[in-house]
């Protein structure tokens, strides 16, 4: 067993390399959803940019916001559903299965015969442990885990501000629709652009965005909230991982805050997905410091069973 003389919740390694997801016959199975995202985008991106006129400045700049939006919900999407969330390292599996003290403290999945780390889980879909797991997504055709979680946050953030982007603007134009004296010229030019079939699919698409919305709301806040506390779907409320808001999003969105609200892989998140600190190891390791600085002990603390609890 390896020691070493850094802080006891440190991580063991830094994150692998951005790696795309396997695929299996569940995910081509569910892969048609994949296209209902892209369609849903193309049911507002019609209306709102073919076929709406931009005779305003105001209007031309709503319409390149919108792209901004789209680009960076298509950009979250592609890559929550193309990276992979993550698995047992074989490396690590190898090292507790030659310990007999550490493979006694990690339970063996019966599935997979690997040792699972700490806050990893059985994904019965793609039929493998995932670090870190959260919940397997239709809509990402994805197991949500260690690499991806940022991704899928993203994705909803940014699919929420699209739907409520698309709202807010059109509401002037629907003003304009109810008022008696510009109902009239309105609708001409709305009708010579658009025709009684395009105005049916601009009606849906609003529909669609204000449902969207109300629900996207409600689950960004949760999943957001889960972020800064540390916790996931699976393990529910929990206090033992939740070391401070600042430490908690960076396991999630990576060191460098430029790149949080980016759809890019940027050196991943932090840790490694197998080592997680908590309150106690924290307390523990903080305590051990002191001492060392005040010269009542000078040791060097053992952190290679640190996935266990």
Same mark, same amino acid.
């Given at each position: 067993?390896?020691?070493?003389?850094?802080?006891?919740?440190?991580?063991?390694?830094?994150?692998?390399?951005?790696?795309?997801?396997?695929?299996? %016959?569940?995910?081509?199975?569910?892969?048609?959803?994949?296209?209902?995202?892209?369609?849903?985008?193309?049911?507002?991106?019609?209306?709102?940019? +073919?076929?709406?006129?931009?005779?305003?400045?105001?209007?031309?700049?709503?319409?390149?916001?919108?792209?901004?939006?789209?680009?960076?919900?298509?950009?979250?999407?592609?890559?929550?559903?193309?990276? #992979?969330?993550?698995?047992?390292?074989?490396?690590?599996?190898?090292?507790?299965?030659? @310990?007999?003290?550490? $493979?006694?403290?990690?339970?063996?999945?019966?599935?997979?015969?690997?040792y699972r780390p700490l806050r990893s889980h059985y994904c019965s879909v793609t039929r493998r442990v995932v670090l870190n797991m959260d919940h397997f997504c239709p809509w990402v055709v994805n197991t949500v885990g260690f690499y991806n979680?940022?991704? !899928? /946050?993203?994705?909803?953030?940014?699919?929420? =501000?699209?739907?409520?982007? /698309?709202?807010?603007?059109?509401?002037?134009?629907?003003?304009? =629709?109810?008022? *008696?004296?510009?109902?009239?010229?309105?609708?001409?030019?709305?009708?010579?652009?658009?025709?009684?079939?395009?105005?049916?699919?601009?009606?849906?698409?609003?529909?669609?965005?204000? $449902?969207?919305?109300?629900?996207? +709301?409600?689950? !960004?806040?949760?999943? /957001?909230?889960?972020?800064?506390?540390?916790?996931?779907?699976?393990?529910?409320?929990?206090?033992?991982?939740?070391?401070?808001?600042?430490?908690?999003?960076?396991?999630?969105? %990576?060191?460098?805050?430029?790149?949080?609200?980016?759809?890019?892989?940027?050196?991943?998140?932090?840790? #490694?997905?197998?080592?997680?600190?908590?309150?106690?190891?924290?307390?523990?390791? =903080? *305590? *051990?410091? @002191?001492?060392?600085?005040?010269?009542?002990? =000078?040791?060097?603390?053992?952190?290679?069973?640190?996935?266990?609890?």
């Amino acid at each position: 067993m390896a020691a070493s003389c850094q802080p006891i919740d440190a991580q063991a390694a830094p994150p692998r390399p951005c790696a795309v997801a396997p695929c299996t %016959g569940f995910r081509f199975l569910a892969s048609p959803m994949f296209v209902v995202v892209w369609c849903i985008v193309a049911i507002n991106y019609a209306p709102y940019v +073919l076929w709406t006129p931009r005779d305003t400045v105001v209007r031309w700049l709503c319409v390149i916001v919108f792209h901004v939006l789209v680009a960076l919900l298509l950009g979250s999407y592609v890559m929550c559903v193309f990276t #992979d969330p993550g698995t047992v390292p074989v490396e690590w599996h190898e090292a507790v299965a030659k @310990d007999e003290a550490l $493979a006694a403290s990690h339970r063996l999945c019966p599935k997979t015969r690997m040792y699972r780390p700490l806050r990893s889980h059985y994904c019965s879909v793609t039929r493998r442990v995932v670090l870190n797991m959260d919940h397997f997504c239709p809509w990402v055709v994805n197991t949500v885990g260690f690499y991806n979680r940022k991704f !899928f /946050v993203l994705f909803l953030m940014y699919t929420l =501000l699209s739907c409520l982007w /698309v709202i807010f603007t059109s509401v002037p134009l629907i003003f304009a =629709l109810k008022d *008696q004296k510009q109902y009239g010229e309105e609708l001409r030019r709305i009708g010579a652009k658009w025709g009684s079939n395009r105005l049916m699919v601009a009606m849906l698409a609003m529909l669609l965005d204000a $449902a969207l919305s109300v629900m996207l +709301l409600c689950f !960004f806040s949760f999943h /957001v909230r889960m972020v800064l506390l540390n916790e996931t779907t699976i393990e529910g409320p929990s206090s033992m991982y939740n070391i401070n808001s600042r430490a908690n999003w960076e396991q999630v969105f %990576g060191t460098n805050k430029w790149l949080w609200f980016l759809p890019v892989y940027g050196g991943g998140p932090a840790g #490694d997905g197998v080592h997680w600190p908590s309150r106690r190891r924290r307390q523990a390791g =903080l *305590q *051990q410091l @002191d001492e060392i600085e005040s010269g009542q002990l =000078l040791t060097c603390v053992d952190t290679s069973d640190s996935s266990a609890e």
